[in-house]
């Protein structure tokens, strides 16, 4: 039981370059999430999925689309990285019946130059 | 919708002194709540979580949190810290309802450092 994995680990891009991250949790729970943290602002939540086939934004969603593939996966890509998008990225699950308590992943930290 | 407040952005105490992070909270609705902790360069891990019930909740590596209605209190506390509970501690909330928001509302984190 591997719980949230992410990849890559680490990416460092140049302005105007895309790019996806890639999630994926092996618990069956049916909400994921993606957060961005940068140092002292807490985890800001930037698109969730209740379940396979919906999204939603959360707080910053401009920049940045999702796609929810199927139950397990949830990606988010960037179409044209700027700057201000330099973060360490988390992706989270829950399962909705549980007291929304979420499961998190390792992290991706992205640079921008 | 609700928000979070963690008094304190750092705390720095000494090996095996007591140490209480603070949180309050605000919201029109019933709330769960829950107390994260992230280790350099990792994931966040739940610490523990108020879902009703005792306002004393016991949580992994000898913390626990009181929650306290009156006060939109949540404050985590550990009577004897160790080195290794050197990380950075978030405070959160979310909706109970069925069918309302899922999202957990962060606070911004305090850091803790435990000096020898």
């Known amino acids: 039981n591997a719980g949230v994995t992410q990849t890559p680990k680490f990416q460092v891009l140049k302005t105007g370059q895309s790019m996806t991250l890639q999630c994926a949790q092996d618990?069956?729970?049916?909400?994921m999430y993606w957060y961005r943290q940068d140092p002292g602002m807490g985890l800001r939540l930037i698109y969730y999925?209740?379940?396979?086939?919906?999204?939603d934004k959360g707080e910053v969603p401009n920049g940045y689309n999702v796609s929810r593939l199927n139950k397990r996966e949830f990606s988010l890509r960037l179409e044209s990285a700027a700057p201000s998008q330099t973060s360490v990225y988390f992706c989270?699950?829950?399962?909705?019946?549980?007291?929304?308590?979420?499961?998190f992943g390792p992290g991706t930290r992205l640079t921008v130059t | 919708a609700q928000s979070v407040t963690q008094l304190d952005s750092q705390v720095p105490v000494f090996e095996e002194a007591p140490v209480e992070l603070r949180c309050n909270y605000s919201s029109s609705v019933s709330v769960y709540l829950f107390w994260y902790v992230q280790y350099p360069n990792q994931g966040l891990q739940l610490l523990l979580k108020y879902l009703s019930g005792s306002t004393l909740v016991k949580g992994i590596n000898g913390f626990e949190a009181e929650f306290n209605k009156s006060q939109t209190s949540f404050h985590l506390r550990k009577p004897s810290v160790h080195i290794s509970d050197t990380a950075e501690y978030f405070c959160?909330?979310?909706?109970?309802?069925?069918?309302?928001?899922?999202?957990?509302?962060f606070g911004k984190g305090t850091k803790l450092t435990v000096n020898p």
């Open positions: 989270a699950s829950s399962w909705r019946e549980h007291s929304y308590e979420q499961y």
């Open positions: 618990m069956n729970h049916n909400s």
């Open positions: 959160a909330v979310s909706d109970t309802r069925r069918g309302g928001s899922e999202k957990l509302v």
């Open positions: 999925s209740a379940s396979e086939g919906t999204t």
